[in-house]
């Protein structure tokens, strides 16, 4: 009998002494904490980003929801939180779950999964351009150019860096010999791109010959993984002949990413202080680039030719 005594008062003392670990019935589980506490810290950082003050009927409105999500009353979590917070190693286990949930949602975020509209923007507002070739203010032959007199090549590798875009645009119009004939067939302009593994890109396009002063304008999309080595192009690559020959407002502009690729001191000395003149406004940039992607282009070339009215 006394050992039957002994052993029911041994019983009753170690569960008095663990009672205390022991989740009473009224107490959320460990897998209800964790996702109340997720949706009570996510909702805290959409309001801390708004500006939401920690007193207000919002806030309050936030919590009820998500208790309400939940199907509890904000008096059965406080007592759990309450009796979490005595055994600090069951709420320390259900933090860093919460922690790893949130973890997961940032590289989420970042790879834009929840707004893939705002990926665009955001590389451009990393963008920022140069013109990278100093042309004449105007070309002008009478009858046929000098050969390679409208050629240009840029070999230098400073001058390049990964997911390089290049834009090159200028006017240009022809007065034919041959006033019917509306383009020279055995004349083109193009621009060419070498990258590091000796591959190359080329956009070409055809002449016009209407004595009309033509916009064109020429792309080359990036490289995801390849860096531009060199570049060079041709106003007018060919033998048709001509009357004359007038280009004017040339550029050459590469588009890069200024966070990433900073200009080099070379660059700057070459051209000088970049002024706005140098320079394409994000807003045209934006423009182009949405235009590139919202139309199907031919092994990924975009060529733009536009017919202007000029005074002579």
Sequence with gaps: MKNLIYLCSLFFALCSLNSCNMRPFSVLDAEQMENILYDIHLADATMSVKHVSAYTEIRRSHYDYIFEKHHITREKFEKSIAWYAHNPKKLEQIYDKVKERFNKLQVDVDNYLYHPENKMLDEIKSLDTVNLYTFEKEYFFKNQPPKDS???????????????????????????????????????????????N???????????NDNKLHRYTFQLPENDSLMPVSIRGHFFDGNDMIRSLTIDSAQLIRIYNAEKYPLPDSLKIKFGKIIPQDTVKKNEIKEVLIKSDLRHFRNDKFIERQTLQRKE
């Excluded at 590798?157 to 834009?167: G, Q, S, T, V």
């Excluded at 090159?168 to 990258?195: G, M, R, S």
């Design 150 to 196: 409208l050629f240009f090549e840029i070999k230098n590798r400073e001058y390049f860096a990964l997911k390089d875009k290049f834009i090159w645009k200028f006017l240009l119009k022809i007065e034919p010999l041959d006033t019917n004939a509306k383009t020279l067939e055995h004349t083109k302009n193009y621009l060419t791109v070498t990258y590091t």
């Design 198 to 208: 000796g591959k190359e890109k080329t956009v070409r396009g055809i002449i016009n």
